[in-house]
């Protein structure tokens, strides 16, 4: 798993205990999807910079030749509306600053306006999506994938709350490339057909 933020024994024991608690919660938070889904509306997490939103394009790609016919959507910076304009890799960017995507204070309260997350929130749930993916390993952004209520949620198993996910990938930090991160996102993807 490519590293993106320092992974220390003390967040290896927080994200297990989370993961932990939650386990008894998955039947309840994440049963399975129907085997029936035939997802027409993606949701692609990719909250954070330029970079990211670029080793992002090889799945965006996949993606597009695994479901031709879905609607995919990116939920990202700015500058990942401006990249992936005219691309034909995202049908649509929202464009939303999520607060721990900061570079300084994320970890600060006051950042986090609620009342924009919720209106977030509901923007997700209307939108009804069939699929959400997000590469991130963050109890956050899996948070966040559960409350748009998607009937399959794939993301890995590492990060704390992979018991709101539907399909944990497993993960192993710093084995992979993150282009292979996210393309190992692919196969709960690709069972679908």
Same mark, same amino acid.
């Given at each position: 798993?490519?590293?993106?933020?320092?992974?220390?024994?003390?967040?290896? $024991?927080?994200?297990?205990? &989370? *993961?932990?608690? @939650?386990?008894?919660?998955?039947?309840?938070?994440? !049963?399975?999807?129907?085997?029936? $889904? =035939?997802?027409?509306?993606?949701?692609?997490?990719?909250?954070?910079? &330029? @970079? /990211?939103?670029?080793?992002? %394009?090889?799945?965006?790609?996949?993606?597009?030749?695994?479901? !031709?016919?879905?609607?995919?959507?990116?939920? @990202?910076?700015?500058? +990942?509306?401006?990249? $992936?304009?005219? =691309?034909?890799?995202? *049908?649509?960017? &929202?464009?939303?600053?999520?607060?721990? %995507?900061?570079? /300084?204070?994320?970890?600060? !309260? @006051?950042?986090?306006?609620?009342?924009?997350?919720?209106?977030?929130?509901?923007?997700?749930?209307?939108?009804?999506?069939? &699929?959400?993916?997000?590469?991130?390993? *963050?109890?956050?952004?899996?948070?966040?994938?559960?409350?748009?209520?998607?009937?399959?949620?794939?993301? #890995?198993?590492?990060?704390?709350?992979? #018991?709101?996910?539907?399909?944990?990938?497993? +993960?192993?930090?710093?084995?992979?490339?993150?282009?292979?991160?996210?393309?190992? $996102?692919?196969?709960?993807?690709?069972?679908?057909?």
């Amino acid at each position: 798993m490519a590293q993106t933020w320092r992974v220390t024994p003390a967040k290896k $024991l927080v994200f297990h205990a &989370i *993961d932990v608690i @939650g386990a008894p919660l998955r039947p309840l938070l994440s !049963p399975r999807p129907p085997k029936d $889904l =035939s997802p027409r509306n993606v949701l692609v997490l990719e909250p954070w910079h &330029i @970079g /990211d939103v670029v080793l992002a %394009t090889a799945f965006l790609d996949a993606l597009r030749v695994a479901l !031709p016919e879905a609607r995919i959507t990116l939920l @990202g910076k700015a500058h +990942a509306e401006e990249l $992936l304009r005219n =691309s034909g890799l995202a *049908d649509e960017v &929202i464009v939303f600053d999520l607060p721990w %995507t900061a570079k /300084d204070g994320k970890y600060k !309260p @006051g950042r986090y306006d609620r009342d924009a997350l919720r209106a977030l929130v509901a923007r997700l749930r209307a939108a009804e999506f069939d &699929i959400t993916i997000d590469a991130r390993m *963050d109890l956050r952004s899996n948070l966040l994938t559960w409350m748009s209520k998607a009937p399959m949620r794939v993301g #890995f198993a590492y990060g704390g709350g992979n #018991f709101l996910l539907t399909h944990a990938v497993p +993960a192993s930090p710093d084995v992979a490339h993150k282009v292979d991160d996210w393309m190992a $996102l692919m196969d709960p993807v690709e069972s679908l057909s």
